[in-house]
């Protein structure tokens, strides 16, 4: 089940990136537009503190953010891992979002499992897990 979601969700991703019409392929979209954006729903079974908490998944690349800073890295996705790194982040310190933004870089530093069904991802390492929704287009 979980390899079928994986496999789904890759198919997803690739035609995010390379979309066809008419027989001919057009070129890869605008790598600084992401290929799908997701809002966090948990953070360590956790309600995020902030409404702004999403993750965007460009061709090769991450970013997320938690409401404060802004963190990401190189992306790899490989038999229901995200391989991320080295997740990189802006330093400000912002009132009561830092143990969320912490657990979402370790996470990502992590090489996490993930799955992806019915419109909404699950991302779990040993020490932290998320659940994020799919947002609209």
């Not at 690739?14 to 809002?39: I, M, V």
Request: net charge neutral; hydrophobic share 40%; charged share 20%.
């Amino acid at each position: 089940m979980i390899r079928q979601a994986f496999l789904a969700a890759l198919s997803l991703l690739a035609a995010c990136a390379t979309p066809q019409h008419g027989g001919r392929t057009e070129p890869a979209a605008d790598p600084n537009r992401p290929l799908t954006t997701w809002t966090f729903v948990s953070i360590d079974r956790q309600k995020p503190v902030s409404n702004n908490a999403e993750l965007r998944i460009f061709e090769k690349r991450i970013a997320a953010n938690v409401g404060c800073n802004g963190l990401g890295g190189d992306l790899e996705l490989n038999n229901g891992q995200m391989k991320i790194g080295p997740v990189i982040s802006t330093q400000m310190y912002c009132e009561g979002l830092m143990e969320q933004e912490r657990a979402v870089a370790e996470l990502l530093g992590a090489s996490p499992a993930f799955f992806i069904e019915n419109g909404r991802m699950g991302i779990r390492s040993d020490t932290h897990v998320a659940e994020l929704v799919r947002k609209s287009d």
